[in-house]
Nanobody, 120 residues
Framework: QVQVVESGGGLVQPGGSLRLSCAAS????????MAWYRQAPGKQRDLVAL???????NYVDSAKGRFTISRDNSKNTMYLQMNSLKPEDTAVYYC??????????????WGQGTQVTVSS
């Protein structure tokens, strides 16, 4: 069975930093891309950053210059380094992995989320 587990969330003051991790295991197939989403109470779930199999990345405008997405292929793990955090970054952060297998094609796998709270 496929497992996707996030970690690294917590409470931090404005201007502080956190590093989120997302680890995948199981018969996920070939990973085509990995992405971070976030969802605040009463709001939609929005894409924050993604990294493709070729290594290219994209960020939501509000995260550019502050967040960095990366991966460690040997561990099937990706990271989101978050610096200069703001209260508006407060949300549950979710990991999504898109895998491909010849037998079933593309599949999306989601983690359960990790809470990030930025407050003084």
């Amino acid at each position: 069975q496929v497992q996707v587990v996030e970690s690294g969330g917590g409470l931090v003051q404005p201007g502080g930093s956190l590093r989120l991790s997302c680890a995948a295991s199981g018969t996920i197939g070939s990973i085509t891309l990995m992405a971070w989403y976030r969802q605040a109470p009463g709001k939609q779930r929005d894409l924050v950053a993604l990294i493709r199999s070729g290594g290219s990345t994209n960020y939501v405008d509000s995260a550019k210059g502050r967040f960095t997405i990366s991966r460690d292929n040997s561990k099937n793990t990706m990271y989101l380094q978050m610096n200069s955090l703001k209260p508006e970054d407060t949300a549950v952060y979710y990991c999504k992995i898109v895998g491909w297998r010849p037998s079933s094609g593309l599949s999306d796998y989601w983690g359960q989320g990790t809470q990030v709270t930025v407050s003084s």
